[in-house]
């Protein structure tokens, strides 16, 4: 439904972004009823975010294995140079021959992966969740940057990476 608002409809992605995060945070409040939802009876799931492997935290094996796919799926297919052509000029790319809604609906899928792999690591790094969040993503502090990076790294890394 948002993929479909944002390339059919021409909303802009942001201003659609904000306004799915306000929904799925009051649905995510209303269904825990504001209360923080702690994981501890689930050891298992830490093992996602907390353990080792070769001395590295899964968390970051996790998210080189991400980016790796994503770099040779941006660099080496069809797709990649698409999503190339559609993020510099999306008109020269229809007129290329491009399907551009189809690759922006992709993409958005593939970032709302990323952005659902960095929730599930986060929480269970943490071992706990909240649906109200903290609405502290315009917040520049250095007790934030290292959540804001956690939460928003793996996302940012889907459409930063750079044909070489």
Request: hydrophobic residues 55%.
């Amino acid at each position: 439904m948002l993929f479909r608002s944002v390339t059919y409809f021409k909303i802009n992605a942001l201003i659609a972004t904000l306004a799915m995060s306000f929904v799925i945070s009051g649905a995510g409040s209303k269904f825990t009823k504001g209360n923080l939802i702690v994981l501890m009876d689930r050891p298992a799931f830490a093992n996602i975010g907390q353990k080792e492997i070769f001395g590295v935290v899964t968390s970051i094996w996790i998210m080189v294995i991400f980016v790796i796919l994503l770099g040779i799926l941006l660099s080496r297919t069809t797709f990649g140079r698409y999503v190339f052509a559609v993020g510099g000029n999306m008109e020269a790319a229809r007129l290329a021959g491009i399907r551009v809604n189809a690759i922006r609906i992709v993409a958005f899928g593939l970032s709302g992966v990323a952005a659902a792999i960095g929730g599930i690591v986060d929480a269970s790094r943490v071992m706990s969740a909240s649906a109200a969040g903290n609405n502290f993503a315009f917040v520049r502090s250095e007790e934030h940057t290292s959540e804001l990076q956690s939460r928003f790294g793996i996302s940012y890394a889907v459409f930063c990476l750079k044909k070489k």
